[in-house]
């Protein structure tokens, strides 16, 4: 088992800015990626960007793509989510997750553990 804790999120003007972080406990080990999705309200749940362990690679959403990085640290077992920039239409619940899928994904069902996740609200 793999337990994420999140913290950070809040609410902030457009154009500001926020960090996320997620800290990823127990099997860590087995854990091949990590990922950050959003569900805004009426809305699926979506994927943002996600990185895996070893190498760091990532991938982002196209609408996220220059705004937002994520990022890890190893030695922590956590990885985090700077969003920059944010507009309206980043408002959501957003949440980390895990997956031992060994190939970088964007699809939610490839993620086998989850944060509670963090409310994000972003002013006009």
């Known amino acids: 088992q793999v337990q994420l804790g999140q913290s950070g999120g809040g609410l902030v003007q457009a154009g500001g800015s926020l960090r996320l972080s997620c800290a990823a406990s127990?099997?860590?080990?087995?854990?091949?990626?990590m990922g950050w999705f959003r569900q805004a309200p009426g809305k699926e749940r979506e994927f943002v960007a996600t990185?895996?362990?070893?190498?760091?690679?990532?991938y982002y959403a196209d609408s996220v793509r220059g705004r937002f990085t994520i990022s890890r640290d190893n030695a922590k077992n956590t990885v985090y989510l700077r969003m920059n920039s944010l507009k309206p239409e980043d408002t959501a619940v957003y949440y980390c997750?895990?997956?031992?899928?060994?190939?970088?994904?964007?699809?939610?069902?490839?993620?086998?553990?989850w944060g509670q996740g963090t409310q994000v609200t972003v002013s006009s």
């Open positions: 997750a895990a997956t031992d899928f060994r190939v970088l994904s964007i699809l939610s069902s490839r993620y086998n553990y």
């Open positions: 127990g099997r860590t080990f087995s854990s091949y990626a």
């Open positions: 990185i895996t362990w070893i190498t760091g690679d990532t």
